[in-house]
């Protein structure tokens, strides 16, 4: 049975309410690349997140008109690179606020390539490098499941978290559930 036969489609919240209940949720944010020097695509993205472990694999959400879709679809591979506190600047660029696009998002910061041959940032909190194996087309984005080729990471780096409009770096809590001081 197909997920369409699942919901009726003229049965869902609006996309407005959706979009502001969304904005609740706070979510890991992250860089999506794809390509090769001097086709080199990315984007900043909240909707990523780890499939299974066995076999270690991992999904993306991307919206169809975005620069690195085709070329994710192309090449087949893309890497997924988790922010740290850091990283605020580049989150910004590749969300395109300052207006680049393309090659010349990757001039700022160290990237090299593992596997697969997608741009993997090297001050990262961690990277993942992937062979797509699933591809999910549903409404404005495509749903891209990748088998994870190799890794990187960085335990002592915060992550950058993305909510109600505005970067974060979340606080532990202490057994008892109350913040905790760093």
């Known amino acids: 049975m197909t997920a369409e036969a699942y919901f009726d489609p003229n049965n869902l919240v609006d996309s407005a309410s959706f979009k502001r209940a969304l904005r609740s949720v706070a979510g890991a944010v992250s860089i999506v690349t794809s390509g090769s020097y001097p086709s080199r695509h990315g984007l900043t993205v909240t909707a990523a997140c780890s499939l299974s472990i066995e076999p270690s694999t991992v999904l993306v959400c991307i919206n169809k008109s975005a620069g690195a879709h085709d070329t994710i679809v192309k090449t087949r591979s893309f890497g997924w690179n988790l922010l740290s506190s850091c990283h605020v600047p580049l989150a910004q660029k590749f ?14 910061e160290e990237w090299r390539s ?3 041959g997608a741009p993997i940032l090297i001050g990262a909190l961690c990277s993942f490098d992937c062979r797509v194996i699933g591809v999910h087309p549903i409404g404005t984005h495509t749903v891209f499941v990748g088998a994870v080729l190799a890794e990187q990471h960085r335990d002592e780096l915060e ?16 057994p008892g559930g109350t913040e905790k001081a760093t």
């Open 95 to 108: 969300a395109g606020l300052d207006g680049s696009k393309g090659d010349i998002r990757f001039v700022d």
């Open 114 to 116: 593992l596997r697969t």
């Open 159 to 174: 992550p950058l978290v993305y909510r109600h409009g505005q970067f974060a770096v979340p606080a532990s809590l202490d």
